[in-house]
Nanobody, 122 residues
């Protein structure tokens, strides 16, 4: 029943923009920290951005800081990643992640979407 469905990926020229969306269902979206990760072929999965449950706090990887913006709409159970000034090194499969941190402990678990492909090329 838990589902995370990414959309919005595609082919874009360097310097261009894309907005990724991740639609969540099957869990209480507002209780989960939302994160974006990406994985390029032959490389490790890497953290891109995260946003607090309320949307009041965000964090970004240094490689995307100033270019990407994460946001969420709890009423729509959706998290977004606005990507501007895209570069070829941004090419990757982008995954949405919903993380629940157990109260009173450092334990957590998370759900993953299937990913959406972003290709930056001229």
């Amino acid at each position: 029943q838990v589902q995370l469905v990414e959309s919005g990926g595609g082919l874009v020229q360097p310097g261009g923009s894309l907005r990724l969306s991740c639609a969540a269902s099957g869990f209480t979206f507002s209780n989960y920290v939302m994160r974006w990760y990406r994985q390029a072929p032959g490389k490790e999965r890497e953290f891109v951005a995260r946003i607090a449950t309320t949307g009041g706090s965000t964090n970004y990887a240094d490689s995307v800081k100033g270019r990407f913006t994460i946001s969420r709409d709890n009423a729509k159970n959706t998290v977004y990643l606005q990507m501007n000034n895209l570069k070829p090194e941004d090419t990757a499969l982008y995954y949405c992640n919903a993380a629940y941190f157990l109260p009173g402990s450092s334990s957590s678990y998370s759900y993953w979407g299937q990913g959406t492909q972003v290709t930056v090329s001229s």
